[in-house]
């Protein structure tokens, strides 16, 4: 009855995402089979005169110590903190560039509150010449897109301007792209913006997490724009993808 009993509510717990029903169903298994273990040790007893409840006593200890570390395990790991999903960020950006004139979707972050129960933050790419009314639009419809396939709620969406009117600064857009990627271990460059009255530039680049030295791979991106394109201020930021694949 403690075996049916553990099956069944661990059943239940991984149906409803439950990780309390899936470990009080392991946990009524385990059950079952220490009182198994004391019976034949009781019956090799009976039969042959092997005492050898101190040997199954240690063995059962050290059952009892691995089945609570991989009970504790997940728990404590979502308390401590997680990577995200790569599959559920991977889907999400992909529904927020569906959307039309959004050129880019970077920096999402998700937070996991529970079973199914994801909040999260986003950036968009939308063109320079989009109004205030048109963005409100814009960020609503992706906020209630987002919720009903992926019930993530994004609670923030932030906005990148892109230059689009211009020849020139498309032009100077795609020499910083071409220096940017020529660099080891760069994942994105995004947020580019350029103001050709304040000769000032200004994106986000993402080095990836596996790199020795992201600080001396910024550097050297900051030292080739500059050189590249002189009298220019520059604000680079040195940026992270926490979906990082």
């Keep these: 009855m403690k075996i049916v009993l553990g099956r069944y509510v661990k059943s239940v717990g991984l149906k409803v995402n439950s990780d309390s029903l899936v470990n009080s169903g392991e946990d009524a298994t385990l059950d079952s089979v220490i009182s198994a273990s004391t019976l034949v040790a009781a019956a090799v007893f009976l039969i042959a005169g092997i005492s050898l409840e101190a040997w199954l006593g240690a063995v059962i200890s050290l059952v009892i110590v691995k089945s609570g570390i991989e009970m504790l395990k997940d728990t404590v790991s979502r308390l401590l903190g997680e990577r995200n999903d790569p599959d559920l960020a991977h889907s999400i950006k992909e529904t927020v560039l569906s959307f039309p004139d959004v050129s880019g979707a970077y920096d999402l972050v998700l937070n996991n509150y529970g ?87 200004r994106f986000d680049v993402v080095v990836s997490l596996g790199a020795d030295d992201r600080r001396r791979i910024y550097t050297e991106i900051l030292n080739d724009v500059s050189k590249e394109f002189p009298g220019y201020q520059f604000q680079i930021v040195l940026d992270t993808d926490f979906s990082e694949e």
């Design 115 to 201: 079973p199914d129960s994801w909040n999260g933050s986003i950036h968009i790419e939308v063109p320079d010449t989009y109004s205030a009314d048109m963005l409100d639009r814009l960020i609503r419809e992706i906020q209630v897109t987002v919720y009903t396939k992926h019930n993530v709620i994004l609670t923030a969406i932030g906005v990148y301007s892109v230059n689009t009117h211009d020849a020139e600064t498309i032009e100077i857009r795609n020499k910083i792209h071409d220096i940017v990627f020529s660099r080891e271990h760069v994942l994105q460059l995004h947020g580019f913006y350029l103001v050709k009255e304040e000769k000032t530039m």
